[in-house]
T-cell receptor, first 112, second 113 residues
Framework: KQEVTQIPAALSVPEGENLVLNCSFT??????LQWFRQDPGKGLTSLLL?????REQTSGRLNASLDKSSGRSTLYIAASQPGDSATYLC???????????FGPGTRLSVLP | EAQVTQNPRYLITVTGKKLTVTCSQN?????MSWYRQDPGLGLRQIYY???????DKGDVPEGYKVSRKEKRNFPLILESPSPNQTSLYFC????????????FGSGTRLTVV
């Protein structure tokens, strides 16, 4: 059964720093991997989706990479801002592209 | 606007009083799913549906029912709610094969007293 973990559980950085969030999954037979942002008590906002055939995706200051063979994905945030403070979750789909399994999330605080 | 709509956003109810949380999507998505989110436990799947009249259990289905009579709607039914079902609930949908990933609703915060 697929298991997804995220490291670190929490991260606090000063504004302007570049940072990396890590996501690991146990079953490499995934269809795609999706990164989400969640503000406290709010819904999930999709940030980036990486298909299994892709190595990375970029959106603005965000870059996500995928290495299926090692079961890892990273989310890189450049020039962090206080507005980036939120919990970031990764989710790996099964091989049919359904039934995403979520990691526990990384709680990010960017200090002004 | 393409979206997943959940109602209500907040609900306080008493133990044993049947309730329904509605979920509707306007993207013609085949796949729909319900999750609950609890502190320290993350997001756990309750039920999912691959298409109309096709539903299946997720990881934590006990105490819940679903139906998928129409493609756009996927209600979550709690026939006899208990305090341990107090949680934040999310509905999500995607195209078959999830090529575009999941789209989530805004969530329903349920409190059972």
């Amino acid at each position: 059964k697929q298991e997804v973990t995220q490291i670190p559980a929490a991260l606090s950085v000063p504004e302007g720093e570049n940072l990396v969030l890590n996501c690991s999954f146990t079953d490499s037979a995934i269809y795609n991997l999706q990164w989400f942002r969640q503000d406290p008590g709010k819904g999930l906002t999709s940030l980036l989706l990486i298909q299994s055939s892709q190595r990375e995706q970029t959106s603005g200051r965000l870059n996500a990479s995928l290495d299926k063979s090692s079961g890892r994905s990273t989310l890189y945030i450049a020039a962090s801002q206080p507005g980036d403070s939120a919990t970031y979750l990764c989710a790996a789909s099964d091989n049919y592209g359904q039934n995403f399994v979520f990691g526990p999330g990384t709680r990010l605080s960017v200090l002004p | 606007e393409a979206q997943v709509t959940q109602n209500p956003r907040y609900l306080i109810t008493v133990t044993g009083k049947k309730l329904t949380v509605t979920c509707s999507q306007n993207m013609n998505h085949e796949y729909m799913s319900w999750y609950r989110q609890d502190p320290g436990l993350g997001l756990r799947q309750i039920y999912y549906s691959m298409n109309v009249e096709v539903t299946d259990k997720g990881d934590v289905p006990e105490g819940y029912k679903v139906s998928r009579k129409e493609k756009r709607n996927f209600p979550l039914i709690l026939e006899s709610p208990s305090p341990n079902q107090t949680s934040l609930y999310f509905c999500a949908s995607s195209l078959k094969g999830s090529y575009n990933g999941y789209t989530f609703g805004s969530g329903t915060r349920l409190t059972v007293v």
